[in-house]
C-alpha cells in the first residue's frame, strides 16, 4: 500500500477516539498495522497511547519499517512480549487495551507476568468493525482489483469446455490475473465442475469438465493490498429446465439481496431477504452459508451478512452477496457480486454479468 499519511493520521485519531479507555492499545493484526500505519510487513506490533505511537518489529523489518513509515518511532525487538512488556514500562502506562483474537493465551500470560501492575483489556467486539468503512482510496482499490479479475476471466471463459480439467482453468485464471497486474490472488481459485460445485469450497482437481455440467467459479485479486470477490457459475454445453430453474431462483435471491442493500440496513435482514427467497421454492436448505461478508484488506473481514447479525450497513462498507444451493453429488450454483454500500442503495464493484451463460462447444 502506498504511504498515505493523512488517511494514516485520520484512522489513527479515530482509533483513540473510540478506544481510549485503556492508556495504551495493542494492535497485533498485520493487516491492521498496514492499515494504521502503512506498514506492510507480516510480523509486528503497534502501541498507540494517547499522544504517541512505537511500531515494534523483529531485525527483519526494521530496514522496510523505516521506509514504509518515515518519521514514526520503532521500535526493535527479539521477543515480541519482551518488545511489548519494555515498551509499555517505558511509557508507564497503567492499562492496555490488546486485540484479543490475535494474542495467544501463552503470550498473554507471559504478559501478565512481565507486567503485573497493568491491566490486561481485551478491546471491545466493535473493533472489528474499524475498517469496514473504506475511504475513496480504498474503494478506488478493490474496483481496480475487480477490474483485473473480471477481464482475466473474460480471457479464460474460452477454456471452460468439455475435457478441460478443473485445475488447467484455475491456473490460467491465476496467471491471467496476475499478468494483468494484481500482486497476488485473494485465495486459492476455486474451479468446481459437475458434482464438485456441491461443495462450496471445492479445490481444483483433475476432474474433467463434462458436456451439461455446471462450472462454479469463485476468484479475486488483489490490487496494492485490496481484494476482490467474486463468483460466476456457468452451463456447459446445454442446461437443461431444473438447472436454468434453479440457477434463476439463486439469481432472483442475489437481485433482491442487492436491492436490498443501502446503509441503515441490517446486516441481518440482507440474508433473510435472500434466504427467504429460496425458502419459497423448499430451497432453503441447500444454501449452506451466509450471504456475504466484508472485503478490504482481507478477503474476509467485517461486517457479515448472516441470519442474527444485528451490525447496521454504513454508507462506504464493501461486501459480497453470494447466495448459492448446493445439491450433493449432482452440481452446485453461487453467484457472487461486491458491492459498495451507499446512502440510497449500492454500487456492483465486480462487472461479470450474472445471467444464466451457456458456453457452447
Known sequence: MRHDSAACAARMNRLRAGFSEADALLILGAKNIRYLTGFTGGDGALMVGPDWLILLVDGRYVTQARAEVPGMEIF???????????????????????????????????????????????????????????????????????????????AVREMILPGVREEEIALELEYRMRRGGAEQVSFETIVAAGPDAALPHSTPGRREIAD????????????????????????????????REVYRLVLEAHD???????????????????????????????????????????????????????????????????????????????????VLVKQEGCEILTRTSKELAVIEH
Open 256 to 338: 433482491r439481496a442487492i436491492r436490498a442493500v443501502r446503509a441503515g440496513v441490517s446486516c441481518g435482514e440482507i440474508d433473510r431477504i435472500a434466504r427467504a427467497c429460496l425458502a419459497e421454492a423448499g430451497m432453503a436448505g441447500y444454501f449452506s452459508h451466509g450471504t456475504g461478508h466484508g472485503v478490504g484488506l482481507d478477503v474476509h473481514e467485517a461486517p457479515r451478512l448472516a441470519s442474527g447479525r444485528e451490525e447496521i450497513l454504513q454508507a462506504g462498507m464493501v461486501v459480497t452477496v453470494e447466495p448459492g444451493v448446493y445439491l450433493p453429488g449432482v452440481w452446485g450454483i453461487r453467484i457472487e457480486d461486491t
Open 76 to 154: 526493535e525487538f527479539r521477543n515480541r512480549v519482551e518488545g511489548v512488556a519494555a515498551v509499555a514500562g517505558r511509557r508507564g502506562v497503567g492499562s492496555v487495551g490488546f486485540e484479543s483474537p490475535l494474542l495467544s493465551v501463552e503470550e498473554y500470560l507471559r504478559l501478565k507476568e512481565a507486567l503485573p501492575e497493568v491491566k490486561l483489556r481485551p478491546l471491545p467486539k466493535g473493533f472489528e468493525l474499524f475498517r469496514a468503512v473504506k475511504d475513496d482510496g480504498e474503494i478506488d482499490r478493490i474496483r481496480e482489483a475487480a477490474r483485473i479479475s473480471g477481464e482475466a476471466l473474460a
Open 212 to 243: 451439461g455440467d455446471f462450472v462454479m467459479i469463485d476468484y479475486g485479486a488483489v490490487c496494492d493490498g485490496y481484494h476482490s470477490d467474486e463468483t460466476c457459475t456457468y452451463a456447459v454445453g446445454h442446461a437443461s429446465d431444473r438447472q
